[in-house]
């Protein structure tokens, strides 16, 4: 299916920038996981998780199989999405046909379009490494999550406490793999500059 062409990588209309997560990014993504309130944590866990729990996961987050994506306001990681397959990885590139996409904004950060523009780079950057089917789920009480996922079309079908569904993508096109080329290495180059102002902050 055709997604919806939002901003990916840049400037948005909330001031931000969504780009691709490095091992440089680290730091970030542990605070990012440690400030998220205990409902957006139960949510984006699919239940309780305790700190240490959450620190574990977010140290290993960026080196894990798949990819991750941050969502920037003012310089700072408010929301992060993970592209994870969902069998073993074919070599090279390639994630395989099935993968699964979370993520999670914070609370004082949403119906900004963070989560739209999160999943759009998700499922463009999926198209683009073989996935044909890219799988959502939820909390059923995650209404917020639900209605985004709905949005963007994913064919959802609630079992109880949880809601699971699929997005079929369509196949990539020498302009979308050009295009994901491209977006990667500006997120790479975003990077390496934050990695250099935080290092220049902590000698200050």
Same mark, same amino acid.
């Given at each position: 299916?055709?997604?919806?062409?939002?901003?990916?990588?840049?400037?948005?209309?909330?001031?931000?920038?969504?780009?691709?997560?490095?091992?440089?990014?680290?730091?970030?993504?542990? $605070?990012?996981?440690?400030?998220? $309130? +205990?409902?957006?944590?139960?949510?984006?866990?699919?239940?309780?998780?305790?700190? =240490?729990?959450?620190?574990?996961?977010?140290e290993r987050?960026?080196?894990?199989?798949?990819?991750?994506?941050?969502?920037?306001?003012?310089?700072?990681?408010?929301?992060?999405?993970?592209?994870?397959?969902?069998?073993?990885? +074919?070599?090279? +590139?390639?994630?395989?046909?099935?993968?699964?996409?979370?993520?999670?904004?914070?609370? $004082?950060?949403?119906?900004?379009?963070?989560?739209?523009?999160?999943?759009?780079?998700?499922?463009?950057? =999926?198209?683009?490494?073989?996935?044909?089917d890219l799988?959502?789920?939820?909390?059923?009480?995650?209404?917020?999550?639900?209605?985004?996922?709905?949005?963007?079309?994913?064919?959802?079908?609630?079992?109880?406490?949880?809601?699971?569904?699929?997005?079929h993508l369509?196949?990539?096109?020498?302009?979308?793999?050009?295009?994901?080329?491209?977006?990667? =290495?500006?997120?790479?180059?975003?990077?390496?500059?934050?990695?250099?102002?935080?290092?220049?902050?902590?000698?200050?």
């Open positions: 299916m055709a997604l919806p062409r939002l901003n990916q990588t840049g400037p948005t209309p909330w001031r931000g920038q969504i780009r691709r997560l490095w091992p440089s990014d680290r730091p970030a993504i542990v $605070d990012y996981f440690l400030r998220l $309130d +205990p409902e957006t944590r139960a949510g984006r866990f699919m239940g309780a998780v305790s700190e =240490a729990g959450v620190r574990a996961y977010a987050a960026v080196s894990a199989e798949g990819l991750v994506f941050g969502a920037f306001v003012d310089g700072t990681l408010r929301g992060l999405g993970e592209l994870r397959p969902m069998g073993p990885c +074919p070599p090279g +590139p390639l994630l395989g046909p099935e993968a699964e996409a979370a993520f999670a904004v914070e609370r $004082d950060f949403r119906r900004l379009g963070l989560g739209s523009a999160l999943f759009a780079r998700i499922a463009d950057a =999926a198209r683009n490494r073989g996935v044909s799988h959502v789920r939820c909390l059923t009480r995650n209404g917020p999550m639900r209605g985004l996922a709905a949005k963007l079309g994913a064919n959802l079908r609630p079992a109880g406490p949880e809601t699971e569904g699929a997005l369509a196949l990539p096109t020498p302009v979308s793999l050009w295009h994901e080329s491209v977006a990667e =290495a500006f997120d790479l180059t975003l990077a390496v500059a934050a990695a250099g102002r935080g290092a220049w902050r902590a000698a200050s």
